[in-house]
Protein backbone atom coordinates (compact mmCIF):
# COMPACT_ATOMS: atom_id res chain seq x y z
CA UNK A 1 0.00 0.00 0.00
CA UNK A 2 1.74 3.35 -1.03
CA UNK A 3 2.99 5.46 2.13
CA UNK A 4 4.14 9.01 2.25
CA UNK A 5 7.21 9.23 4.72
CA UNK A 6 8.52 12.51 6.16
CA UNK A 7 11.11 12.30 8.81
CA UNK A 8 10.37 8.71 9.27
CA UNK A 9 6.43 9.32 10.18
CA UNK A 10 4.09 8.26 7.92
CA UNK A 11 2.01 10.85 7.09
CA UNK A 12 -0.81 9.14 4.30
CA UNK A 13 -1.67 6.04 3.49
CA UNK A 14 -4.29 4.55 1.51
CA UNK A 15 -4.46 1.78 -1.30
CA UNK A 16 -6.43 4.18 -3.49
CA UNK A 17 -3.83 6.73 -5.08
CA UNK A 18 -3.96 8.19 -8.46
CA UNK A 19 -0.66 8.65 -10.33
CA UNK A 20 -0.80 12.07 -12.59
CA UNK A 21 2.61 12.85 -14.33
CA UNK A 22 4.51 10.11 -11.45
CA UNK A 23 2.42 12.03 -8.48
CA UNK A 24 0.73 9.63 -5.94
CA UNK A 25 -2.53 11.69 -5.05
CA UNK A 26 -3.67 10.63 -2.13
CA UNK A 27 -7.40 10.82 -0.78
CA UNK A 28 -7.33 13.80 1.43
CA UNK A 29 -8.43 11.69 4.01
CA UNK A 30 -5.71 9.77 4.09
CA UNK A 31 -3.50 12.99 5.37
CA UNK A 32 -2.82 13.24 9.08
CA UNK A 33 -4.33 16.22 10.23
CA UNK A 34 -1.41 16.52 13.23
CA UNK A 35 1.11 17.10 10.82
CA UNK A 36 0.22 19.69 8.63
CA UNK A 37 -0.73 23.68 8.92
CA UNK A 38 -2.48 25.41 5.76
CA UNK A 39 0.39 27.77 3.72
CA UNK A 40 -0.40 30.88 1.81
CA UNK A 41 1.35 29.42 -0.85
CA UNK A 42 -0.76 29.12 -4.66
CA UNK A 43 0.27 28.02 -7.51
CA UNK A 44 -0.96 27.92 -11.57
CA UNK A 45 -0.78 24.35 -13.36
CA UNK A 46 -2.17 24.92 -17.12
CA UNK A 47 -4.19 22.27 -17.08
CA UNK A 48 -5.05 21.20 -13.61
CA UNK A 49 -5.62 24.56 -12.17
CA UNK A 50 -4.67 26.74 -9.12
CA UNK A 51 -2.81 24.51 -6.18
CA UNK A 52 -2.75 25.22 -1.81
CA UNK A 53 -0.15 24.18 0.17
CA UNK A 54 0.13 22.29 3.45
CA UNK A 55 3.54 22.90 5.91
CA UNK A 56 4.22 19.64 7.42
CA UNK A 57 5.37 20.11 11.33
CA UNK A 58 6.54 17.48 13.62
CA UNK A 59 8.56 17.71 16.78
CA UNK A 60 10.38 21.73 16.12
CA UNK A 61 10.93 20.49 12.17
CA UNK A 62 8.87 21.82 9.47
CA UNK A 63 8.51 21.02 5.67
CA UNK A 64 7.57 24.36 4.11
CA UNK A 65 4.81 23.80 1.11
CA UNK A 66 5.51 19.74 1.04
CA UNK A 67 1.99 18.71 0.25
CA UNK A 68 -0.25 20.24 -2.24
CA UNK A 69 -4.15 19.68 -3.53
CA UNK A 70 -6.35 21.47 -5.97
CA UNK A 71 -9.37 22.76 -4.26
CA UNK A 72 -11.00 23.37 -7.39
CA UNK A 73 -9.51 21.42 -10.28
CA UNK A 74 -10.46 22.27 -13.78
CA UNK A 75 -12.31 19.90 -15.16
CA UNK A 76 -9.80 17.53 -17.14
CA UNK A 77 -7.89 17.21 -13.49
CA UNK A 78 -10.88 16.07 -11.87
CA UNK A 79 -9.05 13.15 -10.93
CA UNK A 80 -7.61 15.03 -8.25
CA UNK A 81 -10.15 16.21 -6.57
CA UNK A 82 -10.41 16.25 -2.39
CA UNK A 83 -6.88 14.41 -3.13
CA UNK A 84 -3.26 15.94 -1.98
CA UNK A 85 0.41 14.84 -3.66
CA UNK A 86 3.63 15.09 -1.84
CA UNK A 87 6.96 16.69 -2.77
CA UNK A 88 10.37 18.01 -1.51
CA UNK A 89 11.66 15.59 1.74
CA UNK A 90 8.40 13.45 1.48
CA UNK A 91 8.87 9.82 0.00
CA UNK A 92 6.22 7.75 -1.57
CA UNK A 93 6.73 3.82 -0.92
CA UNK A 94 4.56 0.66 -1.54
Known sequence: M???????????????????????????AALRDDLIRSSDTHTVCPWKGTASYYTLEHGGATSPDAVWYYPEPKPEAE???????????VRVVD
Request: net charge negative.
Open 2 to 28: PKAVWNDLVVAESDDTVVVEGNHYFPR
Open 79 to 89: MVRDRVAFWKD
